[in-house]
């Protein structure tokens, strides 16, 4: 006896737009690797419905000064590395990166105000440290990230970098900075799906390609607002599909940055018994967010610690296997 | 400039077309493929080319009545206008000889604003059918004197008398009445005329009420009283209860405002019972002066004034009434009645007869006030099929959707921007208020209209939406509201508060002191409210299963002054994108609705069914109501494609917007 | 389909009788429409409507429930395919296997860890929700002694087993209880649906290697012999093979009212994975994709903490605004002498506030009141921002042990409250400071200058 299935295939017009970062020496860069993502045609990983021809990646934080504010789970993890941000992107490429997400932390006018030489000099150890593309971080202040996102813009022009964050309060000199240098943006906004496209009509409005723009929908961890993010991705990816234009960008979301400010990840005093081990609970916490994430449409994920990466990249692997095979 | 001259024969390798120019019957030969405008001005003749010419206000509109053209852009013309001959000037290329009528500059205006703009269309007052006995009514009747074989009292002769000729049974007299009866009758020679206030709507049957008696046939009118509390300003109409004819009328600014400007700071003062009673005292004193202006200038006395119908938000009535408000404004939001008692004028110290009723009609909840249930009375909307929307562009934002089977409203808290309040150089609708503006989009250089045509000084609400679409359109700022066009004209600089454009400098002002500017921060309210309206009307709209686009009429109540700019409104995303002649802007509907209610026995009943009918939705932290206002935040929307005509226009706009950035 | 508040309206008496309690029949239609509220409540609507209305409001999922009175865990039920057009309603059980060969001791330990478990977070007390006795020693009778000790624990239980005779043993044992049969496949529905129904309880259906149209067949043929409390596997394990059934499952159930898969389903993540980490990431998955029981293989608290917290994040309820919890933020690296602004917990709210002092470049302390989720105005109106609310605030996050000064920013649309909350805070110095979050920066920097 056989009950006949109704066809639940969804008929998308729409389809995610294939972002690539970085620069062989074919396209004018240097990079030894390149990655490209997006191109899907369907709801994340529903092999049975559309394509997904490239699978989502790991892309892993990179200071170019000492953090004085990170978990010691985290400083142990990484050790000496940390002081150098051209030792610390070759030692995440050894261990699995696929992008290394540079942030120039150190112009902040907190935390060292350097300016646009030193966020040269920076780009320019990194790029030589790893063949893995970059995404570049200024430190989130108009005047400092106009400074050295310029700069670094155009230290790495032809690489094809993400500049971030590209932000409502900022985008007309980040954007005008990739358009000058070929370059890609990272449009953040807060967790919201309408802010989320605003941004990107304002920047279609200064006419850079829509392939130059990857969406950051703004993380929150697991415990802090996970489920928010959780939809306002369901529904950019679902816009995407029915036919927007202004939302069919390659998503990414920095997991490892959220997960971490996490209390739960952060520290062990003075917290319950039943919160279990604490680098077990912390690398988990950290894993758990990037799964959700990847489950509602994320194509890069920004992680933080060495453990999280090969786990992430398990699921990955897992999801990216075809159904049925 | 005549053909004789020479001077436009050049004869190049385009071929010389002959454009006739009526009324004034010049002839110039203009080149194919040539601008209208071109001609116009070749002949010494002028149109007005607010927007530079870029085919956006329509304001350089002809009539072709010969021969061919090719309109590059039609964008402001109807299919029948375009069937009819007209065409933009700026927009309009010739194709061979023509005739033209170029229009007198007041036809050309008068034609546009019959096209764009939903004019305040209906009469102020609504005559209803009087067939119906009045509220208060006069009869006139003469009573058998009393002799010693009748000795029957006075009141009981008149009234046996008011049965007998009027069927008017079981007639009471205030002790004022009382008091003059036995003079009166005698001064009348048995003759008197009464005012007779025939129930009220809680007792529509009676018991009927003797307000006065007046000797012989007294030629005097019964009046009535409607007042409209708004939150800004108080209007007020003194009409014949009888005819429902329109005596006169009044308005002013709401004494109140000097204790907050919204209704919830007014709650908030009115926590101690000497300000609650500090702000009835206020509102009345506003209605009185009023009430007074009206009557000295009608040569009248108060007691001539025999009822009085009030409509106002909660709120309002609340103050009004001298009842606590508190509980109106924090959770769960309930007034102190839905209905409200007729009270005698006297305990409020009204400007009329004391013993008359004060009628305050119904709300519907501690945002929806009777203010709406005047204004939804007004409209008529619950008599008709069609799907209608009721919005009410004041500061607090209320709308009404359905039709003559359901009715369901909200509000939204829009704040006062379109009241011209708030803003750093707004203005109420008065005289010298910018109602239009036009901005050229190479120069930046703005065009304005003021009310009245007198000296400009600030910018009122339909101003503000019309200078909000050209900054929007020409690129002055962005989809966001954020000023963009740093560089582009002294126009757009860096002010004290950020960011701002120059509408007018100082020395061409009204005032001469201050340029009249709008920031960043004005934007930013501006788009608040705006968005805040839409996304009432869409959330509405969603609530009951329905598309905003599936609404058939839009009606507008509201301050804005003579009209609202429906292309801007639109282009701004105020309102939704339908073809203009689905709006109808109704000016005050409030004091109209109450006017009615006032004036006609089945208007009165109406209100407080409709009262009873509409179905209140609550909006505040309403997620839905938070996403559809943050995606209406973002000009004209962030779902760009509820608006074609905007995106339209924008394609249009455009290639000349970024040759400029660039 | 569900039927909009509207088209329910059409078919109520119209009188807005105010007797169901609320004040217009069309308010009623809506709550109606939003399942908020029963159509019993309306005391006028006709027989025939009745009708029309129950069939037009039966669930696409039915709901299921394990256990009884005070232990009972309520699963299904759902009317959506992502969350956001509505809400996720039922939480799916989290439910640790056992197997009844485990010696007595480790049996006993283990069933206390997840009997004991139980960590409260944001208010709410989160434990696990049951144990699943799994039949690997093949005797009935160790099956029924194991599921004797379970059943004293107050979980919701599962019975596994394939042998209907093992099964009959251990249902006896937790009688009472409604444990839920796992599993009936093709070869042995028949005496597992018997058992069902003699004893009152749900049964899991299962099917083979993600085939759905045979679980479907499969599940009619169970509801067709009078077992309608049914769970489903679709049998399918791992990350891509699950999500697709899931998925597809869900879609059928909701979007096509496709009644054969209209029930909750139940997942083994444990079966699915290498090692208890990739069990733990792949149960993350159950909860976010449409799973209503999870049964987990390894306990360890680490996990299940990260886990409890996922489910109490998908499963709240959307709708509601988005909202930052109340507490004193740092932006930038504020020192005790550096500025405190305080302002609402909407999170548009919070994110415009943070970013424009983030951008000034200048620290400042940021305190968050909690004004349920309304923006500054909003929430001043509603009496949900107001000097006692803020200075309840001051006190709670401790703000005098972190700051060296004693004075406040608040937004300046709300600069009317200042002199009650100069009451409320005394000694305190309120600033007013802008309305807009723009003007921020510009206020900071007067406000360095003095």
Redesign the interface.
């Known amino acids: 006896m056989s009950v006949a299935m109704p066809n639940v295939n969804e008929t998308w017009t729409g389809k995610i737009l294939e972002v690539t970062l970085g620069a062989g020496p074919d396209k004018g860069g240097t990079r030894g690797k390149t990655v490209t993502v997006g191109g899907e045609t369907t709801l994340p990983f529903l092999h049975f419905e559309g394509e997904i021809p490239n699978k989502p990646v790991v892309a892993v934080e990179v200071r170019d000064r000492a953090p004085d504010d990170w978990s010691e789970l985290l400083v142990k993890a990484w050790g000496d590395s940390l002081k150098d941000p051209a030792a610390w992107a070759a030692k995440a490429e050894g261990l699995g990166a696929e992008i290394i997400a540079l942030s120039l932390d150190s112009a902040h006018p907190e935390r060292g105000n350097t300016g646009a030489k030193e966020a040269r000099e920076t780009v320019r150890q990194v790029l030589k440290a790893t063949s893995l593309p970059l995404i570049i971080y200024g430190p989130g202040q108009p005047d400092k990230d106009n400074e050295v996102l310029v700069a670094a813009a155009e230290e790495a022009a032809g690489e094809r970098v993400a500049l971030g964050n590209c932000e409502e309060k900022n985008y007309r000199t980040v954007v005008a900075a990739a358009l000058a240098n070929n370059q890609v943006v990272i449009a953040k906004t807060p967790i919201d799906v309408n802010l989320a496209k605003q941004l990107n009509v304002l920047i279609g409005d200064m006419r850079l390609d829509r392939d130059r723009i990857l969406i950051d929908p703004t993380t929150g961890a697991l415990g802090y607002g996970l489920e928010y993010t959780y939809s306002v991705m369901e529904r950019v990816r679902l816009a995407a599909l029915t036919g927007d234009s202004a939302l069919q960008q390659p998503l990414i979301v920095t997991a490892g940055y959220e997960a971490w400010r996490a209390k739960e990840a952060r520290t062990n005093d003075g917290v319950p018994t039943q919160w279990g081990d604490w680098a077990k609970r912390a690398v988990l916490w950290e894993a758990n967010t990037a799964v959700t994430l990847l489950e509602t449409g994320a194509d890069i994920l920004v992680l933080r610690h060495p453990e999280t990466i090969p786990l992430v990249k398990r699921a990955i692997a897992g999801l990216m296997t075809r159904a049925g095979a | 400039m005549s053909p004789g001259d020479g001077t436009s024969m050049d004869d190049g390798n385009g071929r010389q077309c002959l454009v006739r120019l009526e009324p004034s019957e010049q002839t110039v030969y203009i080149a194919f493929g040539g601008l209208l405008e071109e001609a116009i001005t070749q002949a010494g003749l002028s149109v007005p080319l607010p927007c530079g010419g870029q085919g956006r206000c329509g304001r350089c509109v002809v009539q072709v009545r010969e021969g061919t053209v090719r309109r590059r852009s039609a964008l402001r013309l109807s299919e029948d206008d375009i069937e009819q001959g007209y065409a933009l000037a700026c927009q309009t290329l010739i194709e061979g000889d023509l005739t033209v009528w170029v229009p007198p500059h007041e036809e050309l205006v008068q034609r546009l604003e019959a096209g764009d703009r939903a004019e305040k269309a209906a009469p102020e007052v609504m005559l209803c059918d009087h067939a119906a006995k009045p509220w208060v009514a006069r009869y006139q009747t003469t009573v058998e004197p009393p002799s010693m074989g009748d000795n029957t009292p006075d009141l009981e002769r008149l009234q046996r008398e008011l049965a007998r000729q009027h069927g008017l049974r079981d007639v009471r007299p205030t002790l004022a009445a009382l008091a003059k009866l036995p003079t009166v009758l005698r001064e009348g020679e048995w003759t008197v005329t009464v005012e007779i206030e025939q129930g009220d709507w809680a007792a529509p049957d009676g018991p009927y009420r003797l307000l006065d008696v007046l000797p012989g046939s007294a030629e005097t009118r019964v009046l009535g009283l409607a007042i409209d509390i708004g939150t800004t300003s108080v209007a007020t109409y003194l009409g014949d209860l009888e005819t429902g004819e329109l005596v006169d009328h009044a308005s002013a600014f709401n004494s109140q405002i000097a204790r907050g400007e919204d209704v919830i700071s007014r709650i908030i003062y009115a926590r101690q019972p000497e300000h609650r009673q500090e702000l009835q005292e206020r509102v009345i004193t506003t209605i009185n002066a009023l009430v007074d202006e009206m009557l000295a200038r009608q040569n009248l006395m108060p007691e001539r004034i025999a009822l009085a119908t009030v409509a106002g938000n909660t709120t309002m009535i609340h103050l009004f009434l001298g009842l606590e408000p508190q509980y109106i404004r924090t959770e769960p939001y309930i007034p102190a009645a839905g209905k409200f008692p007729p009270v005698p004028a006297v305990s409020l110290g009204l400007h009329m007869r004391p013993e008359a009723l004060v009628d305050c009609l119904p709300v519907v909840g501690a945002y929806v006030g009777g203010d709406i249930t005047a204004g939804l009375l007004r409209t008529g909307m619950h008599e008709q099929e069609a799907v209608t929307l009721f919005i009410d562009v004041g500061t607090n934002g209320e709308m009404v959707l359905g039709n003559s089977d359901w009715l369901i409203t909200c509000a939204c808290s829009a704040g006062p921007a379109f009241e011209g309040a708030g803003a750093t150089s707004g203005t109420p609708a008065v005289t010298g208020a910018i109602e239009q503006v036009w901005i050229d989009p190479r120069s930046l250089e703005p065009t304005w209209a003021t009310l009245g045509d007198a000296p400009p000084i600030g910018i009122c609400g339909s101003g503000m939406i019309s200078l909000l679409g050209e900054m929007m359109i020409t690129g002055v700022i962005d989809k966001g509201g954020r000023i963009a066009g740093h560089g582009r004209s002294p126009r757009v600089r860096r002010g004290e508060e950020g960011p701002e454009y120059v509408i007018v400098w100082a020395a061409e002002t009204g005032a001469g002191d201050k340029d009249i500017v709008l920031t960043e921060t004005d934007i930013q309210n501006l788009l608040r409210a705006k968005a805040a309206i839409y996304a009432g009307a869409t959330v509405l709209c969603e609530s009951v299963g329905l598309a905003i686009t599936d609404v058939e009429r839009v009606l507008i109540g509201g301050g804005f002054g003579r009209h609202i700019d429906v292309e801007k409104a639109i282009q701004i995303g105020l309102l939704p994108d339908m073809p203009w002649e689905q709006f109808t802007y109704l000016g005050n509907t409030s004091i109209q609705g109450a006017y009615l209610a006032l004036t006609c026995r089945e208007g009165r009943a109406q209100a407080d069914e409709l009262a009873n009918k509409m179905t209140y939705l609550e909006l505040s932290a309403d997620g839905r109501f938070m996403d559809a206002f943050t995606s209406a935040l973002f000009i004209p929307h962030t779902d760009e494609s509820r608006f074609p005509s905007v995106q339209r226009a924008l394609a249009e706009a455009r290639p000349e917007r970024v040759s400029h950035h660039d | 389909m569900a039927l ?4 329910i ?2 078919m109520l008496p ?1 009188t ?1 009788c105010k007797e169901c309690g609320f ?2 029949c ?2 009623f239609s ?1 709550k109606l ?1 939003a399942r908020q509220v029963e159509l019993s409540a309306c005391p006028h609507v006709s027989e025939e409507t009745k009708t029309q209305l129950d069939s037009a409001s039966a669930p696409p999922i039915r709901l299921i429930s394990l256990g009884k009175d005070g232990h009972k865990l309520e699963v299904g039920n759902e009317t959506v395919i ?3 057009e509505k809400t996720f309603y039922h939480q799916p059980g989290l439910i640790y296997r056992l197997a009844d060969s485990l010696d007595d001791q480790e049996f006993t330990h283990r069933l206390d860890q997840v009997a004991d ?5 944001v208010g709410m007390d989160l434990r696990p929700d049951g144990v699943a006795v799994q039949d690997s020693s093949g005797s009935a009778d160790t099956f029924a002694a194991r599921v004797g000790q379970v059943a004293g624990k107050g979980l919701a239980i599962i019975l596994m087993s394939s042998d209907p005779a093992t099964m009959e043993a251990g249902l006896k044992a937790a009688q009472g209880k409604e444990p839920l049969i796992y599993a009936a496949d093709s070869g042995n529905w028949q005496p597992m649906a018997d058992l069902a129904k003699k004893y009152g309880a749900p049964l899991a259906v299962l099917g083979a290697g ?1 085939d ?3 679980l ?2 499969l599940a ?2 169970v509801a067709g012999y009078g077992v309608e409390n049914l769970v489903l596997d679709p049998g ?1 394990r ?4 699950s ?3 899931l ?2 499952m869900r ?2 159930a909701i ?2 009212n ?1 009644r ?2 209209g029930y909750p389903v139940i997942t083994f993540p444990g079966e ?1 994975s ?1 090692d208890p ?2 069990e ?3 149960a ?2 159950f909860i ?2 449409y799973a209503s029981l999870i049964v987990m293989d390894d306990f ?8 409890l ?2 489910r ?3 499963y ?1 309820d ?5 909202q ?2 109340p507490g004193l933020y740092e932006i ?2 504020p020192k005790g002498d550096s500025p405190l602004l305080v302002t609402t917990n909407f ?2 709210t919070y ?2 506030v943070a ?2 002092v ?4 200048r ?1 400042a302390w940021l305190l968050v009141a909690d004004s ?3 923006s500054v ?2 929430a ?4 949900k921002f107001d000097a006692e609310r803020i200075a309840k605030a001051v006190k709670a996050a401790e703000v005098p042990d972190k700051i060296s000064h004693k004075s406040i920013v608040i937004p300046g649309f709300v600069a ?1 409250i200042s002199g009650d909350l100069e009451e409320e805070l005394a000694g305190w110095q309120i600033l007013v400071g802008p ?2 979050a ?2 921020i920066p ?1 206020y900071l920097r007067q406000l360095a200058k003095g």
């Open positions: 909009s508040g509207l088209a309206y059409k119209q807005n004040p217009t069309l308010a809506m429409a992502f969350r956001h478990y139980g960590v409260e977070r993600g759905l149209e045979a479907a067949a009619e043929q399918a791992g990350w891509s093979d999500l697709g059934a998925t597809r879609r059928a979007k096509k496709f054969p898969l699915g290498e980490r990739e733990a990431m792949l993350s998955q976010d994709r360890e608290p680490a996990a299940l903490y990260s886990l917290t996922l109490q994040n998908i709240t959307p709708q509601k605004p988005i930052v919890t930038g690296d999170s548009l994110f415009s970013g424009e983030e951008g000034s470049g620290p349920e989720g309304m105005l909003t001043w109106a509603a009496g009317s309305r807009e723009i003007g510009s």
